[in-house]
């Protein structure tokens, strides 16, 4: 079964950093791009970052590109999002999502929920 | 960046009915979407990807369809459990983009 485990989330100052964790397992890792999402207090879905499955080569929306860095550690089958100077409108829940064929997303972790306030 | 407009907004239907949901891309993305059912508090999960593969243990009741840059997602005859927030995504490129979302209701 596949499973994605967030972790890290957690209230956080504007200008502060954050990292977040996701621990993959049920498949082989290193086969997969990854990805990704959030989505803030009750809005719509919104995809942040994609790593491809050997980690040379990583895409960003516009609004987190230089400040978030997505990574990953095929050994630990483990992907990472770096936040740093975050804002107050990067606080939302994040998924961490495989992509399947055609790109999509075809597994989603449970979410981690960030919140950036003072 | 590809615009992907979903509608409609709310949709109230009542069980066994059949229900529409679709989304018009901004130009053409070939068969490079998916469709997601989001419940309150939970993680989307994925009905149909390739625009029209229904992904492993959804229901065949749902199904997706393509004519040009539209694309609609059918359930054939709602069901109770069915109730929630419906997304689609285009994969084509970069960045990935999703409809607005489409919350469906049970009337």
């Known amino acids: 079964e596949v499973q994605l485990v967030e972790s890290g989330g957690g209230l956080v100052q504007p200008g502060r950093s954050l990292k977040l964790s996701c621990a993959a397992s049920g498949f082989t890792f290193s086969d997969y791009a990854m990805a990704w999402v959030r989505q803030a207090p009750k809005k719509g879905l919104e995809w942040v970052a994609t790593i491809i499955y050997d980690g040379s080569s990583t895409y960003y929306r516009d609004s987190v590109k230089g400040r978030f860095t997505i990574s990953r550690d095929n050994a630990k089958s483990t992907l990472y999002l770096q936040m740093d100077s975050l804002r107050s409108e990067d606080t939302a829940t994040y998924y961490c999502?495989?992509?399947?064929?055609?790109?999509?997303?075809?597994?989603w972790g449970q979410g981690a929920s960030v919140t950036v306030s003072s | 960046d590809i615009q992907m407009t979903q509608s409609p907004a709310s949709l109230s239907a009542s069980l066994e009915e059949i229900v529409t949901i679709t989304c018009q891309a901004s130009q053409d993305i070939g068969n490079w979407l998916a469709w997601y059912q989001q419940k309150p508090g939970k993680s989307p999960q994925l009905l149909i990807y390739g625009a029209t593969s229904l992904a492993d243990g959804v229901p065949s009741r749902f199904s997706g369809s393509r004519s040009g840059t539209q694309y609609s997602l059918k359930i054939s005859r709602l069901q109770v459990e069915d109730p929630g927030i419906y997304y689609c995504?285009?994969?084509?490129?970069?960045?990935?983009?999703f409809g607005s979302g489409t919350k469906l209701e049970i009337k």
């Open positions: 999502a495989r992509h399947g064929g055609y790109n999509v997303m075809d597994a």
């Open positions: 995504l285009q994969g084509y490129s970069a960045p990935l983009t």
